[in-house]
């Protein structure tokens, strides 16, 4: 009995060692990686939506598109979303976004 409550204060110390990891949200000015590819075509299925934008992190011009799209029943939306397709293929240098492979 005395060898677990030895084991139980052991375990007790390391979890409180233990840092916690904490994703933080990037700070305006921050540079954010993001996967090219993968932006690509979630921009080809879904750019309408503004999910391209949302992966970016650009949130703002992200429900902008999305409510384009949907107040106008889509009848502007795919304009942004053809400019978006390419400048996304292009591998545009968007403000605070870093392209990964």
């Known amino acids: 009995m ?3 409550s030895k084991k139980n204060k052991t375990k007790k110390r390391n979890n409180k060692n233990k840092k916690k990891k904490i ?3 990037p700070k305006k000015g921050d540079a954010i990686e993001v996967n090219w590819l993968l ?3 979630m921009s080809i299925l879904f750019g ?3 999910v391209d934008r949302f992966m970016m ?3 703002g011009t992200g429900i902008v598109k999305l409510l384009i799209t949907v107040f106008t029943l889509g009848l502007l939306g795919w304009i942004w979303w053809i400019i978006d397709i390419i400048l996304i293929a292009s591998r545009y240098n968007f403000k605070d976004v870093v392209w990964v492979e």
């Open 39 to 41: 932006t690509l075509i």
């Open 57 to 59: 992190n650009k949130v």
């Open 48 to 50: 309408m939506l503004g």
């Open 23 to 25: 994703l933080k949200k």
């Open 2 to 4: 005395v060898k677990n």
